[in-house]
T-cell receptor, first 112, second 113 residues
Framework: GNSVTQMEGPVTLSEEAFLTINCTYT??????LFWYVQYPGEGLQLLLK?????DKGSNKGFEATYRKETTSFHLEKGSVQVSDSAVYFC???????????FGDGTTLTVKP | NAGVTQTPKFQVLKTGQSMTLQCAQD?????MYWYRQDPGMGLRLIYY???????DKGEVPNGYNVSRLNKREFSLRLESAAPSQTSVYFC????????????FGPGTRLLVL
């Protein structure tokens, strides 16, 4: 079946540091890939997505590239801010009528 | 647009009590989902509804029932609450296609004593 494996957290960085959160997946065919972010006390919201191989999703300075050859969708940001502190979830969706598969989430804390 | 709304925001129950969590979306989405989120456990799917009139079990359906009342509303019922059901419950909706984003509600925090 489908699965998503995320880098374990928590991750603690200083402001302006470079961020990478690893995500790899297992699925047949060509799923769509997503990163969702959850701020404290809120529901998840879409951060970025990519729907085919070699696509790059980007938003708010975050980027992730859909790598079919390594089945990965790693999240990166060049310079994190305190306001980026949140839980980040990698997810995939495989079929039109199916449900999404989520990773376990990675907690990021950015210190001033 | 309100997006996805959930009621109540917070609830305390005693073991054995029943309650219904309400969810509604105003985006004309076909698919709706109920998840629970526990510390260190990520999101776990309880039930989902791919379209109006259909419901399917997720990975943790025991102790829950759902109703897709119409296209807008998807409720989750706990018939006899247990302390193990203490969690944060999220409802989500999406258009239904492979490329579709899920939209989440703000969550219901449930404490079962």
């Amino acid at each position: 079946g489908n699965s998503v494996t995320q880098m374990e957290g928590p991750v603690t960085l200083s402001e302006e540091a470079f961020l990478t959160i690893n995500c790899t997946y297992t699925a047949t065919g060509y799923p769509s890939l997503f990163w969702y972010v959850q701020y404290p006390g809120e529901g998840l919201q879409l951060l970025l997505k990519a729907t085919k191989a070699d696509d790059k999703g980007s938003n708010k300075g975050f980027e992730a590239t859909y790598r079919k050859e390594t089945t990965s969708f790693h999240l990166e940001k060049g310079s994190v801010q305190v306001s980026d502190s949140a839980v980040y979830f990698c997810a995939l969706k495989h079929t039109n009528a199916g449900k999404s598969t989520f990773g376990d989430g990675t907690t990021l804390t950015v210190k001033p | 647009n309100a997006g996805v709304t959930q009621t109540p925001k917070f609830q305390v129950l005693k073991t054995g009590q029943s309650m219904t969590l309400q969810c509604a979306q105003d985006m004309n989405h076909n698919s709706m989902y109920w998840y629970r989120q526990d510390p260190g456990m990520g999101l776990r799917l309880i039930y989902y509804s791919a379209s109006e009139g259909t419901t399917d079990k997720g990975e943790v359906p025991n102790g829950y029932n759902v109703s897709r009342l119409n296209k807008r509303e998807f409720s989750l019922r706990l018939e006899s609450a247990a302390p193990s059901q203490t969690s944060v419950y999220f409802c989500a909706s999406e258009g239904g296609g492979q490329r579709e984003t899920q939209y989440f509600g703000p969550g219901t925090r449930l404490l079962v004593l």
